[in-house]
């Protein structure tokens, strides 16, 4: 039986303005984007189209969740962009505007460096050491 990770819910203050950066300006790849019932819309987004897995949008509603756009993991990191070219990716992301809150470091692990969307949620961008399998 095989399995994986299927999707990991983000929440944004608006469908569109996710859109607009993941897919606008990161360049991520839109796999769907269904109208549900009620104003809400099924939009799957992943980094490129190899990706198995993917980034659910969720449009923030009611005070609670729009309280923890940006707060989504209590102010950690609680995402992570693999790149198998750090160089490359963190050069590119500064030049589009990504916030980094950090200069690159290298960790046991591999290069990393923190970064926000503009939402306020925290990623890593990492190139691992040794590569995935």
Known sequence: ???????????VPDY?????????VLGFDLRQDIALPDSKRW??????????????LAQAR??????????QFGGRVGL??????FDDAYADMR??????????RDEPYGKVAVWQDPFGNRWDLLQLTPPLK
């Not at 039986?1 to 999707?7: G, I, Y």
């Not at 992570?80 to 070219?85: E, K, N, V």
């Not at 030049?95 to 690159?104: D, I, N, R």
């Open 1 to 11: 039986m095989a399995r994986h990770l299927h999707a990991i819910s983000v929440l």
């Open 16 to 24: 569109d303005a996710g859109l607009a950066f993941y897919v606008g």
């Open 43 to 56: 939009v799957l987004i992943a980094p490129d189209t190899s990706s198995q897995t993917s980034i659910l």
């Open 62 to 71: 009611g005070a609670v969740q729009k309280a923890a756009v940006g707060n």
């Open 80 to 85: 992570f962009l693999h790149t198998d070219s």
């Open 95 to 104: 030049a589009k505007g990504v916030f980094f809150e950090e200069t690159p």
